[in-house]
């Protein structure tokens, strides 16, 4: 058997088996001390109010709905982004618009957002696809003009800094993921982060069932029995044990962050100059890559191609498949986003986790150097 240099990976230590051992000693697994303990943590991080959920995905649908976007409302984002992206939109019963992305950095096109705006649009959600955000000001700019909301789906850009300021700390909501393989984890889980008091009671409340004023309760390992419900909640709590998960890895960010920007820069020297292979040319000073994308020109056989790697011990990925390709998502008219359809065809994503080493990069990009050609058209 050849060892499989996995696509990606936890990374769990000593630490967190212990920390979560002593949440099930406690007998007290749901919501309670150790998410309040979680959320302040963050919160100190991004100097402002941290809601804990189960999941990236829930984050946006509370996010959305927090905003009162709901039925027949329209959503600007990227075609572009996991599938977790549009079905947070569609559970709120607003309309996922697809846009195209920049054929530079594979980030939201602000020009064909613009030209995708009606009086139903109520928000844009860029999409920091493997850590980059791109234009941040530029965005904003343009929602503050059309009077939409912003919601970050940062799920890829814990750690990213942007004009000098840590993605989360700035903006108008960023929800981040903490599942099992992003920047850090805690199992499963999310997070909600926003200046706006209003947004982050009502995620606060919409998380427990609408229960109001509950979280406070669950701070102190206890729950409230007289309470008011004034609209639709959901059970989109975080446990003690992801939160205590989640508290010690967050303690290893910094290793953790810088270890992929090594493996990542590494990998952009690897690819220099290699004819056929462009990497993202992201900024790893300041972008913490989730992920490492390369797109491959004359690309014929993606999937022969992804066999072979796997034979020669390397698991690849392709992030993603657009999301206007799929069924649920159409919506009549036929869409085309040029740059979206054409890099689907030429993206591979390769190893990248704090467990690999600079010899492992070296393995997968020398590998997909020596045998690419036979998959070129
Ligand atoms: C992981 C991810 C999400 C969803 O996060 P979950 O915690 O898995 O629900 C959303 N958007 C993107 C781009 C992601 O990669």
Redesign the pocket.
Known sequence: MVKIIRLSKSVIGNEEKIAVLKVLEKEFLGMGEEVDKFEKKLSKIFKRSTVCVS????A?QLSLEACNIGENDEVLVPSL??V??FQAIKATGAIPIPCDVDEDNLLIDIEDAKSKITNRTKAIIP?H?TGGVGDLNSLYEFAQKNKIRVIE?A??AFGTIYNSNLIGSIGDIVCF???GI?NITSG???CIISNDKKIIERVQNSRLLGVENDSKSRYKNARSWDFNVKRQGWRYHMSNVMAAIGIEQLKKRDLFFSKRKLLAVKYDQLFENVKDISSLQRDYENVVP?IYVVRINNLDDRNTLKEELLKRGIQVGIHYKPNHKLEYFKTGEKIILPVTDRVYSEVISLPIHPDLDLKDIEYVAKTLIKILPKYLK
Not at 55 to 58: K, Q
Request: glycine share 14%.
């Open positions: 999941s990236g995905t829930s946006i982004t996991y977790a992206t999409v696809y789906d799920a890829h993921s903490f599942d992003k499963e889980g999310g989730h």
